[in-house]
C-alpha cells in the first residue's frame, strides 16, 4: 500500500484515486527491473556530463552507486554534490519509442564513507546483486559509493500519463497535465485537504 492509501486511511477516506494506484503499480514496476541508471551531473564550472553506472535502490527510494573517481561524474558528484537519475524502460520491449516509459529523479548526493555500517550493508547488497565483480571493486581505492537521495521525480507512463513523485516515501502523487507539465490535475487526497 502506497502514501496516498494510507494517507486515505489515516483521514478517513474510503476512495482512492484508481489512476494514481495504477501509475505507483507502473512506477514500482521500473523500480523492480532495473540493473543500472542513466545518471547526469555537472561540474562546478556548469559543464554537464551524461553517463550510467548499475544502481541499487533502497526502500525510502535513495540510490547508491560506486564509481570511480577517474569519472567525470563522480568529480562532480564529489563537487556540486547534484544529480539527476533516470530509469528508463529498455528499447526493446518499449510499445513506442517515443513514449518510454520512465521516471526521473532530482537527487541530492553524498559519498558514504568506506566501511561504516551503510557502507557494508550496501556494498553487501551490490555484491547480492552483480556478482563476483563487486569482491573486486569494493578493494578498489579510487571507487567511492555515493547515495543519491531524491528531493523530487517526474513518472511517464505514456503520453498524456506524466505524474508527480515525492514526499518521505518519494510516491506518486499527482498527474501533470498541460503546456510543459504546468498543470497539475489534483488528487482526490489533495481535493480533500
Known amino acids: 500500500m502506497n502514501h496516498n492509501a494510507l494517507e486515505a486511511m489515516a483521514t478517513g477516506q474510503t476512495k482512492i484515486d484508481p489512476e494514481l494506484e495504477k501509475a505507483q503499480a507502473g512506477y514500482h514496476a521500473l523500480l523492480d527491473g532495473f540493473q543500472s541508471i542513466q545518471l547526469a551531473t555537472v561540474a562546478g564550472d556548469g559543464t554537464p556530463e551524461a553517463s550510467y553506472a548499475p544502481a541499487i535502490v533502497d526502500a525510502k527510494r535513495n540510490f547508491y552507486v560506486h564509481v570511480s573517481e577517474l569519472s567525470a561524474h563522480t568529480r562532480n558528484l564529489m563537487e556540486t554534490g547534484k544529480a539527476s537519475v533516470l530509469v528508463i524502460e529498455d ?5 513506442i519509442i517515443f513514449a518510454r516509459k520512465r521516471v526521473t529523479f ?3 548526493a553524498t559519498r558514504v564513507e568506506r566501511h561504516c555500517d551503510e557502507w557494508e550493508s550496501v556494498i ?7 556478482g563476483k565483480m ?4 569494493k578493494t578498489m581505492e579510487d571507487f567511492h559509493l555515493f547515495r543519491l537521495e531524491p528531493t ?3 513518472l511517464v507512463l505514456g503520453f498524456g500519463k506524466a505524474y508527480d513523485v515525492s514526499g518521505v516515501g518519494m510516491d506518486v502523487t499527482a498527474h501533470v497535465s498541460g503546456k510543459n507539465g504546468a ?3 489534483e488528487s482526490k487526497s489533495e481535493t480533500a485537504k
Open 91 to 95: 528499447e526493446g520491449t518499449a510499445e
Open 106 to 108: 532530482a537527487a541530492l
Open 124 to 130: 553487501g547488497q551490490f555484491e547480492e546483486k552483480f
Open 134 to 137: 563487486m569482491g573486486f571493486l
Open 152 to 154: 523530487f521525480a517526474r
Open 183 to 185: 498543470h497539475r490535475k
